[in-house]
């Protein structure tokens, strides 16, 4: 029965692994460090109580708030359940199953092969360079079949910036042949690295931005494309009919207002400021070889033996995020941002771990 159940599943779906979401990955604990959300609740009160009725597909307020708020016009916004689905309309809309191809560069967010793998669109990956740069020229001799370049900047799990002259020479070689997807899931910790007003030069740019973040909304499922107006209207023919609940168009409308812009830009300010004291008392510790500098609510650290530490911080309800299994990251385990108390919480477990040599 089930074995004749598993027959009718396409063949890619049944070949796939799901993204592995810190929520699925489970863990039991009070100090959750492992899923880069903001690490305390914003309060929000519901305005709109008119429910027996569909919402707007693209709700006007929320579109003229993130427009005005990225520079831009309302026609070159799209809002949608997340950044995630905005990963994969984009393929949805552009890929061709068994013809094109998805390119990304590990170590980077796991998001773009499963939407791939997910619709049978190819993916071809280019691993980062030792210092977790492009590898333009790799990346270039392999972009025939390429519909869509997945860059990702500060990169997710890396917590650095592309290069900006990089991201260019990716632009200039894919004109007229593929569209480049400027992942800027954390630029509101470095707002001044944004690429979204290249655009005007590049109209194969699409900027991806999400209020899971810097405006401390993961739960709300709230995420933007910024694209010229055809590629706008090109992801609206595949989008559902209603993506945005009529609750979640109210907070997200809030949180765009000018007094929630203002909030947002305290809380970058403060978790920017735990960060940067942090790091260096990190790097100090006996177990640690590296703490790496970051331009996100993460960082990353290289430990002498990532297996212990993660483990005994799992017991201890200290849940990090294991990155050992992606390219260039041996040892390393990934810390989220979270409040003063938390990282040190953290901090102090950490002491317990073994001594330098
Ligand atoms: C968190 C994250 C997303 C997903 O954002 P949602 O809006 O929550 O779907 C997209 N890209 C990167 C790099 C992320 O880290």
């Known amino acids: ?20 979401s810190a929520r699925r990955l489970g863990g039991n604990g009070d100090v959750w460090l492992n899923a880069n959300e903001y690490p ?9 109580q008119t429910l027996n009725r569909y919402p707007e597909c693209q709700p006007v307020e929320v579109i003229e708030r993130y427009a005005q708020y990225a520079g ?12 995630d689905e905005a990963i994969e309309l984009l393929i ?44 333009v020229p790799a990346i270039l001799q392999q972009l025939d079949t390429v519909k869509i370049v997945y860059l990702c900047s500060p990169n997710n799990p890396t917590g650095h910036l592309l290069n900006a002259h990089d991201i260019r020479q990716v632009l200039d070689a894919t004109a007229g042949k593929a569209l480049v997807v400027v992942d800027e899931a954390y630029i509101e910790f470095c707002p001044q690295a ?32 910024l694209a010229q107006p055809e ?25 765009l207002s000018e007094a929630g812009l203002v909030a947002m830009r305290e809380r970058v300010a403060e978790l920017n400021r735990i960060r940067d004291s942090f790091i260096p008392r990190f790097a100090q510790l006996a177990c640690v070889d590296q703490a790496f500098s970051s331009d996100t609510n993460y960082f990353l650290i290289r430990f002498r033996d990532a297996q212990t530490v993660f483990s005994g911080l799992w017991n201890q309800g200290i849940i990090l995020r294991d990155q050992r299994k992606n390219p260039l990251l ?15 919480s953290l901090y102090q477990a950490l002491t317990q771990f073994g001594s330098k040599e």
């Open 231 to 255: 590629i706008i209207q090109t992801l609206l023919k595949v989008i559902a009919p209603y993506p945005l609940s009529t609750p979640v168009a109210d907070i997200a409308s809030q949180a």
């Open 72 to 83: 831009l016009n309302a026609d070159q916004v799209l809002v949608s359940r997340g950044a």
């Open 40 to 48: 305390t609740a914003v309060e929000f009160a519901l305005t709109q």
């Open 330 to 344: 041996d040892d390393c385990l990934r810390v989220s941002i979270g409040t003063d108390a938390e990282m040190e």
């Open 92 to 135: 949805r809309a552009y890929c061709e199953p068994g013809q094109d191809s998805v390119l990304y560069c590990p170590p980077t967010y796991g998001m773009y092969s499963v939407s791939a793998e997910t619709y049978g669109v190819a993916t071809r990956t280019q691993r980062l360079t030792a210092d977790w740069q492009l590898d």
């Open 1 to 20: 029965m089930s074995e004749q159940l598993s027959q009718l599943v396409r063949k890619n779906v049944r070949d796939l692994t799901p993204y592995q």
């Open 194 to 225: 944004s690429v979204v007003s290249w655009m005007q030069t590049y109209p194969h740019l699409i900027v991806l931005r999400t209020l899971s973040k810097a405006f401390a909304l993961a739960g709300l499922r709230c995420g933007f494309s």
